[in-house]
């Protein structure tokens, strides 16, 4: 397979394993965040500013996002 130019992976990869790396740990924690305010939201039967089926669709978002960000840096520092 042919190696990846230079010029691209910084496209590709951004600013390098350890920023994804932080990024998807704040991304997943975000979606966590998100899926207890969905949860708590349901339990209490209100709406705390969205339904709780919009909380735990941002949630799933979060958290696919978030497995994005860690693949960008597991694939960063495999390359570096």
């Given at each position: ?26 991304l997943d924690f975000s979606g966590l965040g ?5 949860i708590v939201g349901d339990v209490i039967n ?35």
């Amino acid at each position: 397979m042919a190696e990846i130019p230079k010029e691209v992976k910084k496209l590709l990869f951004g600013k390098g394993a350890l920023w994804h790396a932080r990024v998807a740990m704040a991304l997943d924690f975000s979606g966590l965040g998100c899926l207890i305010v969905g949860i708590v939201g349901d339990v209490i039967n209100r709406v705390p500013g969205l339904e709780p089926t919009n909380w735990f669709l941002i949630a799933i978002g979060f958290w696919i996002w978030g497995f994005w960000a860690w693949y960008a840096s597991y694939t960063a520092a495999k390359e570096g």
